[in-house]
């Protein structure tokens, strides 16, 4: 009889298997997909951001307010110097960024997760592809796999199936219908936003715009966004994709090294017959793509100029698609859990990883509390088998 059932072979449900197999427990690992591990690799493909470092309270302040007390304590427990030491113990060494942002050396997620499936077999821990979770029958899981319906009844389980963003990988938010009322709606995360672009910006779709100012709903950082096709996107505005989602409007300091009265007296200096472009080339070292994004979102200019430049609003039409997210919000609602992530309502089944109903930008957020909510759910589900085993 297999003692533990681990669904879902991301980040979560890999530590969470991980730590079973380190408990003595015999532990099947199950996935949907053909392979282990699709998002996580497609999440290296333009570096593996696995964590980021920064003191504690403000890693801690990314995941929002007010913070579910089992994450907090999950992210305590296991944060990011944990995150550098488990990597480093799969054989990868580390670098940090300017930013903060620790990568691996070599960059991809393709090492990393292939010394942890290594390691993972080494432990005992069984693997099974293509195996399609459908409920429960009874206590009993219910799997449809290549070979026909199967069922398993474990002593204990981890579901770790991921959010409702990148279907294609994944993670489609399925598994919802198993969990009756235990779920709060999904919504997009760290996701682009439809514009409808004038045809003066056509010439600039596809283009950065670096090293500005973003703010909205109270949150400010610095950092750069994509003119797509589409509308914008990338690490700025995922940034501020929360507030903007629930209904906070973006703004941009175009020039945000230069203060209010600093733009405000080169401004005043005589124009002659310059266009107002040409001016803000000049007197501003404007280059054309902010002078493009100036007057699509800023007509008509008012004659105090230099605020508008400063905190520039942003028309949009609303999210992209929850699809096409890198993560989601919504999920398990965590007071239908108990403190070491099991359901209150479902003795022996514990739940970890994005599925659970948090929210944090990109930037390393994502892996570490996956990391450490698989960490914490296979931890306790390991204590409560073990337990049963004892009969206490």
């Not at 996580?40 to 696995?50: Q, R, T, V, W």
């Not at 990314?62 to 999950?74: K, N, T």
């Not at 796999?145 to 963003?165: E, F």
Request: include cysteine; glycine fraction near 12%; hydrophobic fraction near 45%.
């Amino acid at each position: 009889m297999t003692d533990a059932v681990v669904i879902g072979a991301g980040p979560a449900g890999l530590m969470a298997a991980e730590q079973l197999g380190k408990a003595g427990l015999e532990v099947l690992i199950v996935d949907a997909m053909p392979s282990f591990g699709r998002k996580f690799l497609m999440a290296g493909k333009s570096g593996l951001n696995i964590t980021k470092a920064e003191p504690a309270s403000a890693f801690l302040a990314a995941y929002g307010q007010p913070m579910p007390r089992a994450l907090a304590a999950a992210l305590n427990a296991f944060g990011p110097d944990d995150v550098v030491a488990w990597t480093q113990a799969l054989g990868q060494s580390v670098f940090t960024g300017s930013s903060g942002r620790v990568f691996p050396k070599a960059m991809k997620a393709s090492p990393l997760l292939r010394a942890w499936l290594m390691r993972l077999d080494a432990s005992g821990v069984q693997r099974r592809t293509r195996w399609n979770w459908r409920g429960w029958h009874g206590d009993a899981l219910v799997f449809a796999t290549p070979d026909g319906m199967q069922t398993v009844a474990p002593k204990v389980t981890v579901l770790a199936l991921g959010g409702a963003s990148w279907a294609r990988l994944g993670a489609n938010g399925h598994w919802a219908a198993y969990l009756d009322n235990a779920v709060a709606p999904f919504a997009p995360a760290n996701m682009g936003f439809d514009v409808a672009w004038s045809p003066h910006m056509t010439p600039f779709l596809g283009s950065p715009v670096k090293s500005v100012g973003l703010s909205a709903g109270g949150q400010t950082t610095r950092g750069e966004f994509v003119v797509s096709v589409r509308g914008i996107e990338g690490g700025g505005i995922y940034a501020m994709s929360r507030a903007m989602r629930e209904g906070a409007t973006l703004t941009l300091d175009l020039l945000p090294d230069w203060p209010l009265e600093k733009v405000r007296q080169a401004l005043a200096k005589p124009r002659g017959k310059a266009s107002v472009t040409t001016h803000l080339r000049k007197v501003l070292r404007f280059d054309p793509l902010r002078a493009a994004l100036l007057s699509e979102f800023g007509r008509p200019f008012p004659d105090d100029l230099a605020p508008l430049i400063k905190a520039l609003p942003v028309r949009h039409q609303g999210p992209r698609p929850i699809d096409e997210a890198i993560s989601t919000a919504g999920g398990v609602r965590f007071e239908t859990l108990t403190d070491d992530l099991m359901f209150k309502t479902r003795p022996g089944v514990f739940c970890a990883g994005e599925m659970l109903d948090w929210e944090a930008p990109t930037g390393g957020y994502l892996i570490t509390a996956c990391l450490a909510t698989g960490l914490v759910a296979g931890q306790a589900a390991g204590r409560y088998a073990i337990n049963l085993n004892s009969g206490c």
